[in-house]
């Protein structure tokens, strides 16, 4: 069955540094997200991708961070300088069509210090 | 305001033991109602979702509008049934928007 592949499985950074997690989604989806989730906390919705731009994003998702799909198959979540606070489990999901389910990666561990 | 309220963090049965993992929800629209699943060192991955009204590996969760609960059970528990559990809420019918998460319920199933 194709999976999600989120890579690393884990990323350590120091503040203020840049971060690019990256994920391979199932080839023939077309719909893209990230959610996070802080340790001991909810999976909380980042972003959604379609067509090539932002669907949707929520409030955490500000300017620091970006969401690209430079080619046909990768996208990526950057996190321009990151804060302590954004340590976390960072989950990359994709779907296809209509009401088709949400399939995620394994997740990537972020830990900024 | 749009959530999903998991009360329990953790949740301990014996095998064989019925198993009731509670969801409340608040939304004031017509929601979809999810589980997902996440066994140890693997991805989540959905459970059930109430519109397909189905029985996924012995769960049943059915939509109670009046009390805003998607509890999520099974009569006999089994040990492999252990795992975290997550209640999930889409904003009206399902097509690709955001999922709100509750926090988790890890149920541990005991030999």
């Known amino acids: 069955e194709p999976e999600v592949t989120q890579t690393p499985s884990h990323q350590v950074t120091q503040m203020g540094q840049e971060v690019i997690l990256r994920c391979v989604p199932i080839s023939n989806h077309l719909y893209f997200y990230w959610y996070r989730q802080i340790l001991g906390q909810k999976v909380e919705f980042l972003v959604s991708?379609?067509?090539?731009?932002?669907?949707?994003k929520s409030e955490i998702f500000d300017d620091q961070f970006s969401v690209e799909r430079p080619d046909g198959s990768n996208f990526t979540l950057k996190i321009r300088s990151t804060k302590l606070e954004d340590s976390a489990m960072y989950f990359c999901a994709s779907k296809g069509r209509g009401a088709s389910p949400l399939h995620f990666g394994n997740g990537t561990r972020l830990t900024v210090t | 305001a749009q959530r999903v309220t998991q009360p329990e963090k953790l949740l301990s049965v014996f095998k064989g033991a019925p198993v009731e993992l509670k969801c409340n929800y608040s939304?004031?629209?017509?929601?979809?109602l999810f589980w997902y699943v996440q066994y140890s060192r693997q991805r989540l991955q959905l459970l059930l979702r109430h519109i397909s009204r189905e029985s996924i590996k012995g769960f049943t969760a059915d939509l109670n509008k009046g009390e805003t609960s998607f509890h999520l059970k099974k009569p006999f528990a089994q040990e492999e049934d252990s795992a975290m559990y997550y209640c999930a809420l889409s904003p009206g019918v399902w097509q690709g928007g955001k999922l709100i998460f509750g926090q988790g319920t890890e149920l541990s199933v005991k030999p």
């Open positions: 939304y004031s629209g017509s929601p979809e």
């Open positions: 991708f379609y067509n090539n731009e932002i669907s949707e």
